[in-house]
C-alpha cells in the first residue's frame, strides 16, 4: 500500500453522527484524492485535491466534505446528509504528472448502524 | 465523456491455463491507460500503465496487457495462471488532454485461478 495510511481500518457510526476518515501520505505527492467503493460498481470519485488549500468536487460529493491544510493529509468528512455512507472508501495519491499511476491507501470500512 | 468498460464480472480460469481480463475505454484524446489489483480489504496495487511507444506492456507479476488503439481496448493477460492471482481487477484511462486529469475506472473483473 505504498507511502499511505487510512485509519481507522474499521468504522462504525450511528446514523445522524458526522465521521471523519483519516488519510496521511509520505510520497511526497501533490495530489491526492477520495474515492469511494461499492459491490460492482468500481471506484467512483468523491473528492480530489491538487495542492495544498484547494480542493475540487468529484462525481458523487455530496454529503461529504475535505480539507487540504497539510500536502500529507486530506481528512474526509462523512456527514449526516450521506443518506447512503456505508461503504469501502480508499484514499489515493500521486505526483504532479497525468503519466503517473496513483498509489492507494490500505481502506476504511465504514458502516452505519 | 470518459469511460472505461469491463464487460465480464466474473474470469475463471485453471491453474497454468493463460487468463485475459478484458477492458475497452472511451476517450476524447490519447488515452492513459492503467490496470490494478485488488485483494480482499485492501487497498488497489498498481500492476502497469500504457501512456505512449510499445502497444504490449509488461507489469508486475508476469502480467502483461496490449494496447489496440482500433478496438479502443487494453486487455489484461498473463500465460500462466497461478491460484494467488486470484483478485479483483481494474482497469482506468485518464483522457491525454491537458486538464484532465482524473482517472476512470471500471466496475471490475473478479479472477478466480481453480486449483
Known amino acids: 500500500d505504498g507511502g499511505i495510511t487510512q485509519s481507522p481500518k474499521y468504522l462504525f457510526r450511528k446514523e445522524g453522527q458526522n465521521v471523519t476518515l483519516s488519510c496521511e501520505q509520505n510520497l511526497n505527492h501533490d495530489a491526492m484524492y477520495w474515492y469511494r467503493q461499492d459491490p460492482g460498481q468500481g471506484l467512483r470519485l468523491i473528492y480530489y485535491s491538487q495542492i495544498v488549500n484547494d480542493f475540487q468536487k468529484g462525481d458523487i460529493a455530496e454529503g461529504y466534505s475535505v480539507s487540504r491544510e497539510k500536502k500529507e493529509s486530506f481528512p474526509l468528512t462523512v456527514t449526516s446528509a450521506q443518506k447512503n455512507p456505508t461503504a469501502f472508501y480508499l484514499c489515493?495519491?500521486?505526483?504532479?504528472?497525468?503519466?503517473?499511476?496513483?498509489?492507494f491507501g490500505p481502506g476504511t470500512r465504514l458502516t452505519v448502524l | 465523456a470518459q469511460s472505461v468498460a469491463q464487460p465480464e464480472d466474473q474470469v475463471n480460469v485453471a491453474e497454468g491455463n493463460p487468463l485475459t481480463v478484458k477492458c475497452t475505454y472511451s476517450v476524447s484524446g490519447n488515452p492513459y491507460l492503467f490496470w490494478y489489483v485488488q485483494y480482499p480489504n485492501r487497498g488497489l496495487q498498481f500492476l502497469l500503465k500504457y501512456i505512449t511507444g510499445d502497444n504490449l506492456v509488461k507489469g508486475s507479476y508476469g502480467f502483461e496487457a496490449e494496447f489496440n488503439k482500433s478496438q479502443t481496448s487494453f486487455h489484461l493477460k498473463k500465460p500462466s495462471a497461478l491460484v494467488s492471482d486470484s483478485a479483483l481487477y481494474f482497469c482506468a484511462v485518464r483522457d491525454g488532454r491537458a486538464g484532465a486529469n482524473n482517472l476512470f475506472f471500471g466496475t471490475g473483473t473478479r479472477l478466480t485461478v481453480i486449483p
Open positions: 489515493a495519491s500521486t505526483s504532479d504528472s497525468r503519466h503517473n499511476e496513483q498509489f
